[in-house]
Structure formats: C-alpha cells, structure tokens
C-alpha cells in the first residue's frame, strides 16, 4: 500500500524535468541526441523529459528487467533493444531509477560495444545506499533514501505506474 504524504509531488517533479532537460542542453547545444528510454518503468519521465528538451531529439527504446516482486533478482533481461544502429550518435540512457545499478551497467556496456560517439545516462532517482556496481550517471533528478517507490512510471507488479506523483509503498503483510 501506497504510504504517507507523496515523496514528490506532480509539481516538484514537473521542476526537476525541467531542470535537468536544461542542463542537458547546455551539455549537448549544437548536437542531435539519440534519447534512449528503458522500459517501461521510464516511459512517463521520458516523454515529459523529452518533450522538456530543446534540442534535435530521436529516440528508441530498450526493454529490460531485472526486478521481482521488489527484490532486485540481480541479473537482466533484454528484451528489445535499438533496432537503428547507434555507432556515431550521442547517446542519453534515461531510466526512472539507478538501484544496484546492475540492469544500467549492463545496458551501458552492451551500448558501448556499438561505438556511439558518446554516452550518457540520465536518471529521476538514485538510490546510492543500494549501489552494488559503479555506473557513472551523469543527470540525476532526486536522491532517495533505501525505500520502495511507485508512481510516475515505476511500479510495484506493474501496478501503481499511472500515479502522476511518487511515492513510498509498503507491501501489504
Ligand atoms: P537496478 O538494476 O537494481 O539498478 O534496478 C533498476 C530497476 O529496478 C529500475 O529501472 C526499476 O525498474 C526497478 N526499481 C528499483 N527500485 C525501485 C523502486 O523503488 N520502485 C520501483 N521500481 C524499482
Ligand atoms: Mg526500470
């Protein structure tokens, strides 16, 4: 069950897109960005993220998993990736969060191995207590605390993802 007052509200959220699709541009002005979204937990943050960005944008997406019931199950599953290669683009992996950091440092990795011209990774929460593999993110929206969130995109058994604020959840005992 959904617990407390919203994390972050619809507004604050709303703010920190914008902020960060700022400083996106100010990394990438002159450039065209090939956005890659990992589903489908970032399909909300992703398309307000995008539409945030002043800039020539593609985008493409990637479905992974690497999530059970809440407990990371500590390995990652693709199960669609970019069909259009992606050797000479700058490439901006955007996520709704970084946990273990495991199913991002596999995407990385396998992105790398095509030779874009760069690679960034963009993501609306972090949760560094929990990292167990070093991700280098470069545009983090909100650092939260070790908790289960669901809400604007994120799920708990694909549920909850329809919610426009965050929040914290506790499994119903
Ligand atoms: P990681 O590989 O452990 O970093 O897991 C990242 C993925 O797990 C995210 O992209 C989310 O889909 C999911 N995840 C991690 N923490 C949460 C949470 O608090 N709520 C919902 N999904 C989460
Ligand atoms: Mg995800």
């Known amino acids: 069950m959904i617990t407390g007052r919203p994390l972050f509200t ?4 709303h703010e920190k897109v914008i902020e960060l699709a700022g ?5 990438y002005t002159g450039k065209e960005v090939l956005a890659v ?10 398309a307000d993220l995008i539409r945030a960005l002043k800039l020539p944008v593609t985008v493409d997406f990637i479905v992974a998993t690497s999530y059970f019931k809440a407990v990371s199950k500590g390995e990652t599953t693709i199960y669609y990736e970019p069909r259009e290669p992606v050797q000479g683009k700058n490439v901006l992996l ?5 946990d273990t950091g495991i199913s991002l440092n596999y995407i990385r990795e396998k992105i790398l191995a095509q ?5 960034k990774i963009c993501v609306l929460l972090d949760k560094k207590e929990r990292r167990i593999t ?7 929206g909100f650092n939260i605390p070790n908790q289960f969130v669901v809400g604007y995109g994120l799920d708990y058994e694909n549920k909850y993802r ?12």
């Open 10 to 13: 619809t507004e604050q959220i």
């Open 94 to 98: 955007i996520d709704d969060i970084i």
């Open 115 to 119: 030779r874009p011209e760069s690679l």
């Open 23 to 27: 400083a996106i541009y100010r990394d």
């Open 37 to 46: 979204g990992i589903l489908k937990g970032a399909f909300i943050f992703f």
């Open 134 to 140: 070093n991700v280098p993110v470069d545009y983090v």
């Open 162 to 173: 329809n919610l426009p604020y965050i929040a914290a959840f506790k499994k119903e005992t």
